[in-house]
C-alpha cells in the first residue's frame, strides 16, 4: 500500500481561485518537502517542514504541517497559470541517518486563465 | 552559480545494454542522490552517496551501481538493461549527508532515458 498519499490526484481551477493539496503520511515524519516539477523537468524546491505545527510561506504558497506530524498542505492563494504543474511532497522518515526522501505520485495542477 | 547538471539529457539504449548517467553537484554540495521516475509515478530512491561512500540504498536490483568522485560528482550505472528501466533519472545534491542539516536536496533536469 502506498504510504505516502496526496490528494487529489488531479486538480482544475479557474485562474485567480484558492486551492489545497494535500499529503498524508502513514508514519511520522521527521522532515516533509514538496517540490514542483514541469512534464518531464526536474523538481523545483518549494518549501522544508521538519516541525510539528510548522507553517511557512513564500509568495503565495503556504505550507503546513500538522501537530503530529503526519500530514501537511500546500495552499495556493490566487492562483496564476505559472503555478500549473505537477506538486510532489516528499517524506523523510531515516530520522537523520540519511538523506532519502519517499515521495508521493504527485498532484497534477492546471490553472485555466 | 550552476545548478545540478546532468549528462546526457536524453539516451537512448537497446536491451542487455549498459549505461552510464552523470551528475554534478552544485558547488560546496557533498551528497548526491540518486531517483528513478516513471511516468506517472513519484522518484524513487535509488542510491545515496557523501563524501564518497554510500549512505543509503534503495529497492534496486544489483544492476545498479554508483559511485561518488573526489570531486564529489557522481556516476549512476545501469547493466543488463531491460525494458523496465525507462525512466527519467534525477540526480539530486545537498550541502549535508541527513535531512537534519535543514538544508533541502535540489534536483537536477534529468537524463531521460529510453530502452527500446
Known amino acids: 500500500s502506498q504510504e505516502l498519499e496526496q490528494s487529489p490526484q488531479s486538480l482544475i481551477v479557474q485562474e485567480g481561485k484558492n486551492l489545497t493539496i494535500n499529503c498524508t503520511s502513514s508514519?511520522?515524519?521527521?522532515?516533509l518537502y514538496w517540490y514542483k516539477q514541469k512534464y518531464g523537468e526536474g523538481l523545483i524546491f518549494l518549501m522544508m517542514?521538519?516541525?510539528?505545527?510548522e507553517e511557512k510561506s513564500h509568495e503565495k504558497i503556504t505550507a503546513k504541517l500538522d501537530e503530529k506530524k503526519q500530514q501537511s498542505s500546500l495552499h495556493i492563494t490566487a492562483s496564476q497559470p505559472s503555478h500549473a504543474g505537477i506538486y510532489l511532497c516528499g517524506a523523510d522518515w531515516s530520522g537523520g541517518s540519511n538523506y532519502k526522501l519517499t515521495f508521493g505520485k504527485g498532484t497534477l495542477l492546471t490553472v485555466n486563465p | 552559480d550552476a545548478g545540478v547538471t546532468q549528462s546526457p539529457t536524453h539516451l537512448i539504449k537497446t536491451r542487455g545494454q549498459h549505461v552510464t548517467l552523470r551528475c554534478s553537484p552544485i558547488s560546496g554540495h557533498k551528497s548526491v542522490s540518486w531517483y528513478q521516475q516513471v511516468l506517472g509515478q513519484g522518484p524513487q530512491f535509488i542510491f545515496q552517496?557523501?563524501?564518497?561512500?554510500?549512505?543509503g540504498r534503495g529497492n534496486f536490483p544489483d544492476r545498479f551501481s554508483a559511485r561518488q568522485f573526489p570531486n564529489y560528482s557522481s556516476e549512476l550505472n545501469v547493466n543488463a538493461l531491460l525494458l523496465g528501466d525507462s525512466a527519467l533519472y534525477l540526480c539530486a545534491s545537498s550541502l549535508h549527508g541527513t535531512a537534519y542539516s535543514n538544508q533541502p536536496q535540489h534536483f537536477g533536469d534529468g537524463t531521460r532515458l529510453s530502452i527500446l
Open positions: 552517496y557523501y563524501e564518497k561512500e554510500e549512505r
Open positions: 508514519k511520522t515524519l521527521y522532515g
Open positions: 517542514l521538519q516541525k510539528g505545527g
